[in-house]
Structure formats: C-alpha cells, structure tokens
C-alpha cells in the first residue's frame, strides 16, 4: 500500500501504471496498462492512463515477402525490453522515497510537496510535440532525444549518489529531510524519465516489423514492471537492515546490503554504458512513410489539443472524470503511510506486492469481456460503491494494525487480511481502469487517434494525482492533538509541538486527521456516484459526432 503512481498514475501512476508500487491501492490508479488494438492489428500498451504515443507513426515498411518471425527481430525486441526496464528504475526508486521518508517522520504536508514528483508522466502531452517534431536526421528521430536524454539521467543519478545521503537527513545528527531539495531533485528526474518514455514509445513503432509491432506492448508492459520491481520492490528489501539480517545474512549490520546512494550509483552506470552502446551499435530506421498525424507542426498539434478540449462533449467529460477520484483519494494516497507510520515495516509492504503480479494480468483480460460492449461506462458506475466502502476497510485496517502488533512484528494472519483486501480492491481499481481506457478508445476520433487518446488518458491521470496531493496535504490541519504533562501547553503549530516537548510534555493524538479524511472522501465519492453518476454514464449515448474534430 505504498503511496506512488504510477504510475506508471499513477503514475503508474502507473499508474505509477506501469507496475504500481507495492500495495498501490494508493494514488494514481496504477494497474498495469491494457492493450489498444488499432484497427491495423497493431497493439499499444497504455501505462498510467498515458501510454499512448502523441503522434502514431507507421511500423517500418519492410520488401514484401514471407512474414517474418519474432525470431528474425528478436535483438530489437529484447532492446525495447531493456529500455522499458530502464524506464522503471526512476518510476521505482521514486516510488520508495515516500516509504523512507514516512520512516523519517516527516509531516503529511511535506509529503502532499513530494507527491508533485509523480505529475511528470501524466504532464508529458504538454512537451511531447516537440519531442516528436525536433529531432536530427542524421542520427536518428528518437535517438536525437533516447541517447542525451539517458546520458543525463546516467550522469543525474551518478551525482544524486553523491547528495541523496544528506537530502535525507542521513549525515549528521538530529538532521531531518530536505522535503523541498529531494522533491526538486526527483521531479527532474521524472521529468526526464518521461522524456525518455515519450522516445520510447516513438521508436517502438518504428522498429519493429508491422507483424511483430505488437511485441511492443509486450515489452512496455513486462519492462516497466520489472524496472520498477527492481527500483522499488528489491530496493527497499535490501536497503532493510532487518530484511537482510532476518533472510539473507548470518551476521546482523546495521544497515542493509545496498544503500540509496549504491543504487543509484551501479544504475547511473548502466544508463551510461548502455546508452553508448545504443549511440554506436543501434541504427534507426530513416525512411518510414509519415501518418496525417505526424505530418503536422508543433503549433498545429497544440491547436489540435485546444479543439478537441473545447468540444463540449469532450469537456463535460474532463470535467467529470477530473473529479470522480476524489472519493478515493484519502484510501489511495494515505492509507499506506499510514500503516509504515504504526510500524508495518516498509519492505514488507512493498514485497506484498509480488504475489499480486498474475492478477493484475489476469483482471484486465477477464474484465474487458464487460467493457468491450458498447456502453464501457456502466462497469465504471457498478465498481464505484464497491471501492469507496474500500476506504472505510482500509481505515478499519489502520486502526486494528496497533492491536495486533507485538515485539516481534506483525502475526503472519495480519498479513494475509492485508493481502486479500488489496486482492479484492485491485478488483474494483481495475473495474474503473479498464471502463475508463475502453470508452477512451471508443470515442477517439480515428484520424487523429494518438493526440485524442493521448488527451483523454492524461486528464483520467490528473483526475487521481491532484486529489491524491492534496488528502496527503490535509492530514495534517484535520489531526487534533493535545500536550500531554505541561500544562498550558497545546500543539496545534509544529512551534507549539516543539515548545510542548522542550518543557517535558508530549503531544498525544486525540483525533486522526486520516479519519476524518476519509468519511468526508468517501461522503464525497458517494455524492458524486448519485448525483453524477448517471450523468457520466449518459456520455456513452451521445452521438459519435459529439467527439469528433471539426476540420477547416
């Protein structure tokens, strides 16, 4: 139950989407991307609610002849697997901090600040044109921006290395986190990430024959979950101290086998040597036949992005889909920290996780049989309730997790409560995500698919990043708390709290802000479903006419 996105929303995140963090029932609506099939036969993975490539460019045309196999292109496709892992390592790694930094009892506010580090991936349609438009011939449309920009994430993580131990607080005693530096530093990471994702995405098309293009979802899907298990899920086991002493050591230490500034380090390295290899070894595709799509200028697809908003089909859709998460964002964003901060170590949380791997495939193929049809929506409708009465289960979840702990950790029964709630509410999380990618496809203009899909997906992403943001921001002035042993004394500031424990009192805990929160989200969640509810899922029964372009 771990706060980031995806991912890959997620944020991702995925989701962040790509391979949310550990237990995700957290922000961003992270299940791993579905499939899009294009009338052509080809496929394209949808991570985080933004997979979608802004502009689709034609797979290579190759001599006609005998279809080739997967065989014949087999060192492209294990290149695009290894990019989409590389991919996942930042997504993972910025998916612990928020873990460590709960560990480090920073403030719900301070977290509410670094949760911005999740916004890059489903911001990316803002600086994806100019990805696609600006590029040099000679070496290659997306290796003119793959190769610098891994070469700078190489490089970034190298010299993160160097700094991440003091942003954390690490170095020096009493010496707390640097929430404003870390949260800079992991946003420009992301950012970077994005671009590379965006040059993936790009090349993935083009590589790869039209009868093996679809391996490229494959590798989307497989790649990111792998990078981000590597970044997140094996991080955070090895950087435990008590992880490694309980299964992996003979002779306890004090810290784990890795540390941050390890892992960054050996990865800094990898990008670096790897990318020279693709510079040097890897040649593009230079004579590919542009779609009507590609074809168009930065300003043009900008303009093109503007029409489609202002449709007003189009807009009473953001605007609903925008606020449709709210009621989940208190389970989704809080729950996790939630549970690190009443002592569930974070590496367990995060290794949770991996037995939820084959039903986060397993659902989407067994749920898309209901949103196949032509009125997605209603499957969205039916999940709702289901997953906002989640939030009063996860709410119960943190107020027994206290009851059960004892000196050793944690009964092996209260993790397996913990397992089967995320088991059961990945099933409604998925409900929603797959009705929401399939009513995206369906009401897609055709001719300008990429840029339209891409549109819908990112405000889906939005709609459960910004309420994420701010439940974590609003723990803090809804909790009530009391000094305890001076009188006179409250804690109402974080100057009263000091000054309460500089006169020998403590700060006690009268009323979790994280309660209160979700009974007013789930109130919310409940309001929208009746009173929006309907109105959202008349969408599907407006005529296809509402949701195309007008063309001059």
Same mark, same amino acid.
């Given at each position: 139950?771990?706060?980031?996105?995806?991912?890959?929303?997620?944020?991702? /995140? %995925?989701?962040?989407?790509?391979?949310?963090?550990?237990?995700?029932? *957290?922000?961003?609506?992270?299940?791993?991307?579905?499939?899009?099939?294009?009338?052509?036969? %080809?496929?394209?993975?949808?991570?985080?609610?933004?997979?979608?490539?802004?502009?689709?460019?034609?797979?290579?045309?190759?001599?006609?002849?005998?279809? /080739?196999?997967?065989?014949?292109?087999?060192?492209?496709?294990?290149?695009?697997?290894?990019?989409?892992?590389?991919?996942?390592?930042?997504?993972?790694?910025?998916?612990?901090?928020?873990?460590?930094?709960?560990?480090?009892?920073?403030?719900?506010?301070?977290?509410?600040?670094?949760?911005?580090?999740?916004? &890059?991936?489903?911001?990316?349609?803002?600086?994806?044109?100019?990805?696609? !438009? =600006?590029?040099?011939?000679?070496?290659? %449309?997306?290796? $003119?921006?793959?190769?610098?920009?891994?070469?700078?994430?190489?490089?970034?993580?190298?010299?993160?290395?160097?700094?991440?131990?003091?942003?954390?607080?690490?170095?020096?005693?009493?010496?707390?986190?640097?929430?404003?530096?870390?949260?800079?530093?992991?946003?420009?990471?992301?950012?970077?990430?994005?671009?590379?994702?965006?040059?993936?995405?790009?090349? !993935?098309?083009?590589?790869?024959?039209?009868?093996?293009?679809?391996?490229?979802?494959?590798?989307?899907?497989?790649?990111?979950?792998?990078?981000?298990?590597?970044?997140?899920? #094996?991080?955070?086991?090895?950087?435990?101290?008590?992880?490694?002493?309980?299964?992996?050591?003979?002779?306890?230490?004090?810290?784990?086998? =890795?540390?941050?500034?390890?892992?960054?380090?050996?990865?800094?390295?990898?990008?670096?040597?790897?990318?020279?290899?693709? !510079?040097?070894?890897?040649?593009?595709?230079?004579?590919?036949?542009?779609?009507?799509?590609?074809?168009?200028?930065? *300003?043009?697809?900008?303009?093109?992005?503007?029409?489609?908003?202002?449709?007003?089909?189009?807009?009473?859709?953001? !605007?609903?889909?925008?606020?449709?998460?709210?009621?989940?964002?208190?389970?989704?964003? =809080?729950?996790?920290?939630?549970?690190?901060?009443?002592?569930?170590?974070?590496?367990?949380?995060?290794?949770?996780?991996?037995?939820?791997?084959?039903? /986060?495939?397993? #659902?989407?193929?067994?749920?898309?049989?209901?949103?196949?049809?032509?009125?997605?929506?209603?499957?969205?409708?039916?999940?709702?309730?289901?997953?906002?009465?989640?939030? #009063?289960?996860?709410?119960?979840?943190?107020?027994?997790?206290?009851?059960?702990?004892?000196?050793?950790?944690?009964?092996?029964?209260?993790?397996? =409560?913990?397992?089967? $709630?995320?088991?059961?509410? /990945?099933?409604?999380?998925?409900?929603?995500?797959?009705?929401?990618?399939?009513?995206?496809?369906?009401?897609?203009?055709?001719?300008?698919?990429?840029?339209?899909?891409?549109?819908?997906?990112?405000?889906?992403?939005?709609?459960?990043?910004?309420?994420?943001?701010?439940?974590?921001?609003?723990?803090? &002035?809804?909790?009530?708390?009391?000094?305890?042993?001076?009188?006179?004394? $409250?804690?109402?500031?974080?100057?009263?709290?000091?000054?309460?424990?500089?006169?020998?009192?403590?700060?006690?805990?009268?009323?979790?802000?994280?309660?209160?929160?979700? #009974?007013?989200?789930?109130?919310?969640?409940?309001?929208?479903?009746?009173?929006?509810?309907?109105?959202?899922?008349?969408?599907?029964?407006? %005529?296809?006419?509402?949701?195309?372009?007008?063309?001059?």
């Amino acid at each position: 139950m771990s706060p980031t996105i995806s991912c890959k929303d997620s944020s991702r /995140q %995925r989701r962040p989407g790509s391979y949310q963090s550990s237990l995700d029932v *957290m922000k961003s609506d992270g299940p791993p991307p579905p499939l899009d099939f294009y009338e052509d036969g %080809r496929t394209e993975s949808v991570a985080g609610g933004d997979r979608q490539p802004l502009l689709l460019e034609e797979p290579n045309v190759r001599p006609t002849g005998s279809p /080739q196999g997967y065989r014949a292109e087999l060192g492209s496709i294990l290149l695009l697997l290894f990019l989409y892992i590389l991919q996942g390592i930042p997504l993972g790694l910025a998916g612990s901090i928020p873990l460590i930094l709960q560990s480090k009892n920073v403030s719900y506010k301070d977290q509410a600040f670094f949760s911005f580090v999740f916004w &890059p991936f489903s911001l990316k349609l803002l600086w994806a044109p100019l990805v696609d !438009a =600006v590029y040099f011939r000679r070496f290659g %449309r997306r290796k $003119s921006w793959l190769v610098p920009t891994q070469y700078v994430l190489g490089f970034f993580m190298m010299y993160l290395s160097k700094q991440v131990g003091s942003l954390l607080g690490e170095e020096g005693e009493g010496k707390s986190p640097d929430v404003v530096a870390l949260t800079v530093t992991f946003f420009l990471f992301e950012f970077l990430a994005a671009t590379q994702d965006i040059a993936v995405d790009g090349w !993935a098309l083009t590589m790869l024959s039209r009868e093996n293009v679809g391996y490229a979802s494959t590798c989307n899907s497989v790649g990111q979950t792998a990078g981000y298990f590597l970044g997140n899920v #094996l991080f955070l086991a090895l950087e435990s101290a008590s992880f490694c002493n309980k299964y992996l050591r003979f002779q306890p230490q004090p810290r784990g086998i =890795v540390t941050l500034s390890d892992f960054l380090f050996f990865w800094g390295a990898v990008f670096l040597i790897t990318t020279t290899l693709v !510079a040097l070894l890897k040649k593009e595709e230079k004579k590919i036949t542009p779609s009507k799509e590609e074809t168009k200028g930065i *300003m043009d697809t900008y303009k093109l992005l503007f029409s489609i908003v202002r449709m007003p089909a189009v807009l009473t859709f953001c !605007a609903m889909i925008l606020t449709a998460k709210i009621g989940f964002s208190a389970a989704d964003a =809080v729950t996790g920290l939630k549970l690190v901060e009443e002592g569930v170590p974070k590496e367990h949380l995060a290794l949770l996780a991996v037995p939820m791997v084959p039903l /986060q495939i397993i #659902l989407p193929l067994i749920i898309s049989k209901y949103t196949a049809g032509p009125q997605p929506l209603n499957t969205f409708y039916k999940a709702m309730p289901f997953r906002l009465l989640f939030g #009063l289960e996860f709410a119960f979840l943190v107020w027994w997790t206290p009851k059960v702990k004892y000196e050793g950790g944690f009964p092996i029964y209260y993790y397996i =409560v913990l397992l089967l $709630s995320y088991a059961l509410h /990945q099933v409604t999380v998925y409900s929603m995500y797959v009705a929401i990618m399939a009513f995206n496809a369906k009401i897609s203009d055709p001719l300008i698919g990429g840029t339209y899909m891409t549109l819908l997906n990112t405000v889906s992403n939005l709609g459960g990043n910004w309420p994420a943001t701010v439940a974590l921001w609003l723990v803090d &002035p809804l909790t009530v708390k009391e000094c305890v042993g001076v009188e006179g004394h $409250s804690c109402g500031t974080t100057a009263a709290t000091e000054l309460c424990i500089k006169e020998g009192g403590s700060c006690i805990i009268t009323l979790d802000g994280y309660y209160v929160e979700s #009974l007013i989200c789930i109130a919310l969640g409940f309001a929208w479903w009746l009173f929006l509810g309907p109105r959202f899922k008349k969408l599907q029964d407006e %005529r296809a006419s509402s949701w195309k372009c007008r063309r001059s």
